[in-house]
Structure formats: C-alpha cells, structure tokens
C-alpha cells in the first residue's frame, strides 16, 4: 500500500512538472508554462534565433508572451558570440532545418539541425 501510494505521488508529481517551466535553459522562461510542441513555427519579423544563456545545444526564438525552445539535433552547439543564420521555409522555421553560424571574426562555424518547437508563455 504504501509503495502504492508512492508510486501515486511520483505519477501526479511527474504529470505536474511537464505543465510548468520547472527546468530552465534560459532566464526569460522562469515562471512560463509549458504547451504541447509543434513541428513547424511562423517566422517573425525582427525575431532571430538566440543561444539559451545555460545550454549551447538549445536554441531560443521570439519574446514577448511565448518564446519558442528548440533543442540541437546530436551534439551539435553554438557558442553566445555566434550570429545564427537560417532561412525560413515558407516562412516557417521546421523540425529538420540546418541553421549555420558565423563566429565572431566571421568565420563560419558549425551548421546544426533543428528540433521541435516547444512553446513557454505567460497565461
């Protein structure tokens, strides 16, 4: 019984974490909650991809009510001082998409593969 009612507690606890921002790649997504991904995102205008401040291999788009978190296929990463380069497909950013880079002496550097887009807003 009692294992049971443990069990109980880490399912509602697990159910629980997957709603709320709980783990965070970057500052701005403290206390946003966390929605169902999506394969593909409209492209904004003024809005560029950014690396997240704790993670080179987790990528960051727009601002405001929603930002988008997109994390590198393999181990692939960026460095912070990166300018991302990446077309939109239609103007759509996909699962799938290789996004480039060029360091800071405008060298280029590694060219990455996207993942899923996973949206962190305010209610």
């Not at 399912?11 to 966390?34: F, I, M």
């Not at 950014?50 to 393999?74: C, F, I, P």
């Not at 497909?89 to 002496?105: A, E, F, P």
């Amino acid at each position: 019984m009692r294992i049971l009612s443990l069990f109980a507690g880490m399912l509602v606890a697990g159910c629980t974490s997957n709603h709320y921002a709980t783990e965070h790649h970057d500052s701005e997504l403290g206390g946003r909650g966390v929605g169902a991904s999506k394969r593909c995102i409209s492209a904004q205008p003024h809005e560029n991809f950014r690396v997240a401040d704790n993670d080179r291999h987790v990528l960051l788009y727009g601002s405001g009510k929603t930002v988008w978190v997109t994390h590198l296929e393999g181990l692939c990463g960026f460095s912070h001082d990166d300018r991302l380069i990446s077309d939109a497909w239609s103007s759509q950013y996909c699962s799938g998409q290789v996004i480039r880079s060029l360091d800071i002496s405008q060298a280029e550097g590694p060219s990455c593969v996207i993942g899923d887009f996973t949206p962190y807003s305010h209610s």
